[in-house]
């Protein structure tokens, strides 16, 4: 199959490349051409997959698909966007038409999913990977950013955390659990439901907000760093999902919730007079600490004492002592 025939059967075809609200043009020309509203602004963001750095290779197609593109309009959700469109650029070693066909089902499930458009990519021949690049839509000046948070601000977290940590050495063939365990866990890592109402929710009333892919410590530092404040993390706070805790005991759980990667929920900081309405109104928030004057990010005990780790998250380059 060569790349024209393969990029029609398998994505121009599918359901979800079919164009809609803002998608003056989609696939098949130089461009995707897409139509922004006065007053709102574009929000963009790109992601890479790497096959054995980002996920098992060779691993299921359909899940692949779904995941790859929840990862990527994870971000948009976290900006507080509405999202608009994607592009995909695939990387393959061979053409596989069942490979091919579940990957771009898994995709399509997600897109309906989320409610956005396939509009364009790349096809090329290497090894596996996979870039999306998410494109939403924002009213100008309420995209939800790192550099707002203020002392005295909560640090609120959209749910449970850890639970794709967990489902890793399932996913990996590590370890096994029972089903009632396992599948709740590993419907998390595959599966991610980007936090996009929620985010929407939350505009014009969080200071500062992001997805959490590193660990909650790890994206903390970002919030932190960016608006040049101290973020405290109470650890007895920590919203942990039954599966978590029954798969890795209490402290299994509380070290994937605090550095352990993929989780996709929304973490931000919040006013305190913004939490009692988005309570009442029935959003997921859940407050796990609170802002401060100073630096970093610092993990408290139910006794407030100083416990802090010493490695934070992962990194693909880590920093040289
Ligand atoms: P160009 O040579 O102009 O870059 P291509 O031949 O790469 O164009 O792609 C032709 C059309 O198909 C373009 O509209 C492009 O956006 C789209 N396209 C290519 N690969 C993919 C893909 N994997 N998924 C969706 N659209 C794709
Ligand atoms: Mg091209």
């Excluded at 640090?155 to 850890?162: I, M, Q, Y």
């Excluded at 605090?258 to 997921?284: H, K, N, R």
């Amino acid at each position: 199959m060569g790349e024209f025939e393969l990029i029609r059967n398998f994505f121009a075809a599918a359901p979800c490349a079919q164009g809609g609200e803002g998608v003056a043009l989609g696939i098949g020309d130089d461009c995707a051409l897409l139509a922004v509203a006065p007053g709102e602004q574009l929000a963009i963001s790109t992601d890479t997959l790497v096959a054995g750095v980002h996920f098992a290779d060779p691993c299921e197609p359909f899940l692949l698909g779904q995941r790859s593109l929840a990862v990527a309009v994870s971000d948009l959700a976290a900006m507080g966007a509405t999202p608009l469109a994607f592009t995909l650029a695939l990387t393959l070693p061979t053409v596989s038409t069942d490979w091919l066909q579940a990957y771009a089902q898994g995709l399509n499930a997600m897109a309906q999913n989320c409610g956005v458009r396939l509009i364009g990519g790349d096809t090329t021949r290497g090894p596996l990977t996979l870039t999306l690049t998410v494109f939403g839509r924002v009213p100008a000046g309420l995209a939800l950013t790192r550099s707002g948070a203020r002392a005295g601000d909560l640090l609120c977290v959209g749910g449970d955390l850890g639970n794709a940590a967990g489902a890793l050495p399932l996913v990996l063939g590590q370890r096994s659990a029972e089903p009632a365990l396992a599948e709740p866990l590993l419907a998390h890592y595959w599966s991610p439901q980007p936090q996009l109402a929620l985010g929407q929710a939350l505009r014009g009333k969080a200071t500062a907000a992001l997805d959490i892919s590193d660990g909650l410590l790890a994206d903390c530092g970002h919030i932190a760093t960016a608006s040049a404040v101290g973020l405290q993390v109470e650890v007895e706070k920590l919203p942990l999902s039954p599966a978590l805790l029954g798969f890795l005991g209490q402290q299994g759980a509380r070290a994937a919730a605090l550095s352990g990667g993929d989780d996709y929920v929304l973490a931000f900081t919040l006013p305190p007079a913004e939490l009692a309405p988005l309570l009442t109104a029935g959003w997921p928030v859940r407050v796990v600490g609170r802002v401060v004057a100073g630096q970093g990010v610092t993990l408290l005990d139910a006794d407030g004492q100083d416990i802090t780790p010493g490695t934070r998250g992962y990194q693909h380059f880590p920093e040289t002592q």
